[in-house]
T-cell receptor, first 111, second 114 residues
Framework: GQQVMQIPQYQHVQEGEDFTTYCNSSTTLSNIQWYKQRPGGHPVFLIQLVKSGEVKKQKRLTFQFGEAKKNSSLHITATQTTDVGTYFCAENTGTASKLTFGTGTRLQVTL | NAGVMQNPRHLVRRRGQEARLRCSPMKGHSHVYWYRQLPEEGLKFMVYLQKENIIDESGMPKERFSAEFPKEGPSILRIQQVVRGDSAAYFC????????????FGEGSRLTVL
């Protein structure tokens, strides 16, 4: 079946360092979404990417969709402790908003 | 506006008992999705419902699990004869259309089976 792999599984950074998580699919994606889940919390939508090569920015977060629409990345510049959580990419599988979530990258930020 | 409401937030059951988890979607949303998250793992799709209809239940275990979304009232995820392996967080999400787009998640129901 369709698999969405994320790397790394876990990353620990010092506050102020940058962070990147990568999402790779075995098939071409129609679109991709990113969610953040704080420890003990629920997933919260961050962004949706639709177009090949698309780049979107939200303050310190930069999201990119690969040219072949098979991969995506989320980059955080100058991390803060509020960035702690697990970041999931998610792809639509064609049935309305049904999403297949990636394996997630857990980010830990220390002072 | 109230978001997606799930209850109970925490539920403890002994093996063999039944668990019922409820989800009220956001106002105006008629599409409901249930996901399961095992500790330290990602979210696995279980079922997608619209009012009175199950659209996609490809992620539901074949036995003991059922879901409904009646014309009136919340969506219900029912787990019969629970086993320890059912211990997980169950998240409900809703959307306002059949088009691909953002899902709004509830805070989840955390089931512990003793």
């Amino acid at each position: 079946g369709q698999q969405v792999m994320q790397i790394p599984q876990y990353q620990h950074v010092q506050e102020g360092e940058d962070f990147t998580t990568y999402c790779n699919s075995s098939t071409t994606l129609s679109n991709i979404q990113w969610y953040k889940q704080r420890p003990g919390g629920h997933p919260v939508f961050l962004i949706q990417l639709v177009k090949s090569g698309e780049v979107k920015k939200q303050k310190r977060l930069t999201f990119q969709f690969g040219e072949a629409k098979k991969n995506s990345s989320l980059h955080i510049t100058a991390t803060q402790t509020t960035d702690v959580g697990t970041y999931f990419c998610a792809e639509n599988t064609g049935t309305a908003s049904k999403l297949t979530f990636g394996t997630g990258t857990r980010l830990q930020v220390t002072l | 506006n109230a978001g997606v409401m799930q209850n109970p937030r925490h539920l403890v059951r002994r093996r063999g008992q039944e668990a019922r988890l409820r989800c009220s979607p956001m106002k105006g949303h008629s599409h409901v999705y249930w996901y399961r998250q095992l500790p330290e793992e990602g979210l696995k799709f279980m079922v997608y419902l619209q009012k009175e209809n199950i659209i996609d239940e490809s992620g539901m275990p074949k036995e003991r699990f059922s879901a409904e979304f009646p014309k009136e009232g919340p969506s219900i995820l029912r787990i019969q004869q629970v086993v320890r392996g059912d211990s997980a967080a169950y998240f409900c999400a809703s959307s306002n259309s059949a088009a691909t787009g953002e899902l709004f998640f509830g805070e989840g129901s955390r089931l512990t089976v003793l």
